[in-house]
């Protein structure tokens, strides 16, 4: 993998070789693409992007005179208004996002972008901004799955993309307290890279690891794979820096503090509405020494949620946790490839287990400790019906687990709706939730006697619930491909909202969710936060189009 992978336009790009790797390529095995065919009706059929060349790109809407003063304030280099620059900040990476790109439409890229390189500068940008009506939208890695990027305003004034890429390395490390202090734009793999060097670890995985970055995680509350052990992203956050265009606001206080709420709460999740995090301190912990990852099998969803429950009520949540539905199993059975998944296949098949659901778990620590959890966690899984499957299932998991967003690319080629929604609830909510949310995806993509197909996992375990992640795959309408994802995307909401489920778990609000915000929050939760955001923003530059309702 290179040190740091481009951002790409109309996809998550070229995926890098792994050496020994003998996995899917981001290309579906044959019986995958028999499935496909047969469940969805698809006809596979070449639907390659626009070329880049032709993409539309409105005029740059940038006075010379403002762009002069922000090229005084930050450096001419550090002010750009080129095609290619503008361009790579167009938008994030969702189902949307990409179809409007790979359609040439890049309508909604920024006017600018922007390179402060300090909290001074950043601050001083933001005020400057302020005062001639520029909107500001950060830009971290670009991966917003929720048009988070949307740079939507109601008053069409100018876009300047605030990208965080010059403030991108590790400012101090604070070994004694487990303390690391990082710039914003920095990505997860240059963190663990300079970190593993004091053998130490943050431990934040999220799928779109290669290109995410730290600022991008507070903002939107993100959560990684191994977030059930190790926490989500805003639990690792010990303090950071807001530069708003009111001023600068220091937050947190480690280890513990009682002075009042905690305002770092205001910071994390707030999307770039109130200012532009520039500065972050996170818990880091020692890397650990062993590790195990296995597969088990259930025999229902029902059976596998249930053990999950009780793993959580006595404590003995693995660091990950991801039990598939019985949909999600098939399809990922369908699309590994190689002599171990054959096998696998094989053995499930002997076991009773080849219409099961399927759980992968991983432990990591010290070696003491992962032993007795996994003999403990072991037992609790048996005793709910668990076959245990074994360590490949588990290694085989993690060696592929980052190469979802290649296949999306190859699979939107071949003319297919692909994208993924995500809720949280109880344990006693969760079924239902899932039920209803299956049935609202289905019903609404369902077209010409096919249904799509709709997966679900439990991606993060907590005491009192778990989160859910559906991926839904469908025959594109390519008459109206937009209309066809945002009705199917409004029914699951209205579904999930209803049953008990969060508006997201851990994708953030953007521009998509934004209307359903006030049944998250209530009346009151909104004009709480817009209050805030008057006092930190008042002339309403920060990301205007996400977060808060119209
Ligand atoms: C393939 C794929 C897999 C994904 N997997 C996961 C996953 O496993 N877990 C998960 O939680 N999410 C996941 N996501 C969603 C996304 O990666 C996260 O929301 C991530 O936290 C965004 O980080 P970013 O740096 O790319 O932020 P961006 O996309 O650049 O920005 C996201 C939002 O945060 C704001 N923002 C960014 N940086 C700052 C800053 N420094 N200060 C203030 N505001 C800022 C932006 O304005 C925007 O509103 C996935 C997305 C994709 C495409």
């Excluded at 600022?215 to 939107?220: F, N």
């Excluded at 296995?294 to 006595?314: C, I, K, M, V």
């Amino acid at each position: 993998m290179p040190e740091q992978p481009e951002l790409t336009i109309q996809g998550w790009g070229p995926r890098p070789a792994t050496p020994g790797d003998e996995g899917p390529d981001g290309v579906l095995t044959k019986a995958a693409r028999r499935h496909l065919t047969r469940e969805l009706g698809w006809e596979p059929r070449a639907t390659p992007p626009a070329p880049v060349d032709g993409i539309r790109l409105a005029p740059c809407r940038l006075p010379e005179e403002d762009r002069a003063a922000l090229a005084g304030l930050l450096g001419e280099d550090h002010v750009r208004t080129d095609r290619g620059s503008r361009l790579r900040r167009a938008g994030g990476k969702s189902y949307l996002d990409l179809l409007r790109r790979r359609e040439g439409d890049a309508s909604d890229a920024p006017d600018a972008v922007a390179l402060p390189g300090t909290t001074e500068e950043t601050a001083a940008l933001l005020a400057m901004c302020s005062e001639r009506g520029i909107v500001v939208v950060p830009f971290g890695g670009g991966t917003s799955v929720v048009g988070g990027l949307a740079g939507v305003d109601p008053d069409d004034r100018p876009v300047l993309a605030v990208d965080l890429t010059r403030m991108a390395s590790v400012q101090a490390l604070d070994v004694h307290s487990s303390l690391v202090t990082v710039g914003p734009g920095m990505r997860g793999p240059a963190l663990e890279r300079a970190l593993a060097r004091e053998g130490l670890t943050l431990g934040h995985l999220p799928q779109s690891w290669e290109f995410a970055t730290l600022g991008g995680y507070a903002a939107t509350r993100s959560a990684g794979q191994s977030s059930t052990g190790v926490g989500r992203f805003d639990e690792l956050v010990a303090g950071l820096i807001l530069a708003t265009p009111s001023g600068v606001l220091e937050l947190g206080h480690p280890p513990a503090s009682a002075a009042g709420p905690d305002l770092l709460g205001l910071a994390l999740g707030s999307e770039g509405t109130l200012g532009v995090i520039t500065e972050l301190t996170l818990r880091v912990r020692p890397k650990p020494s062993a590790s195990a990852y296995e597969g088990w099998s259930f025999r229902t969803w029902a059976d596998g949620l249930a053990a999950l429950q009780q793993l959580a009520r006595h404590d003995l949540l693995p660091d990950v946790v991801r039990l598939s539905d019985a949909d999600e199993t098939r399809a990922n059975l369908l699309m590994a490839a190689g002599a171990g998944a054959k096998a696998l296949r094989g053995s499930l098949r002997a076991r009773g287990r080849a219409e099961g659901c399927m759980l992968v778990v991983g432990w990591e620590g010290v070696p003491d400790l992962v032993r007795a959890r996994v003999r403990a966690a072991s037992s609790l899984l048996r005793d709910g019906g668990a076959v245990r499957l074994g360590r490949r299932v588990g290694d085989s998991w993690r060696r592929h687990r980052f190469e979802a967003p290649y296949l999306r690319d190859r699979l939107m080629d071949g003319g297919l709706l692909v994208e993924t929604l995500e809720t949280a609830a109880t344990w006693t909510a969760l079924p239902t939730v899932y039920d209803t949310t299956r049935r609202a995806l289905r019903e609404s993509l369902a077209r010409g006697g096919h249904r799509p197909l709709v997966m679900a996992h439990v991606s993060h375990g907590y005491a009192t619930g778990a989160s859910l992640y559906f991926t839904v795959l469908a025959d594109r309408d390519d008459a109206l491909p937009i209309q066809q994802w945002l009705s199917a995307k409004r029914a699951a909401t209205d579904a999930l909202l209803a049953a008990g489920g969060t508006l997201t778990h851990h994708h953030a609000v953007g521009a998509d969710h934004r209307p359903w915000l006030e049944r998250e929050v209530g009346s009151l939760g909104v004009e709480v936060l817009r209050a805030v955001k008057q006092r930190l923003d008042p002339h309403g530059i920060c990301n205007p189009g996400v977060l808060l309702p119209d």
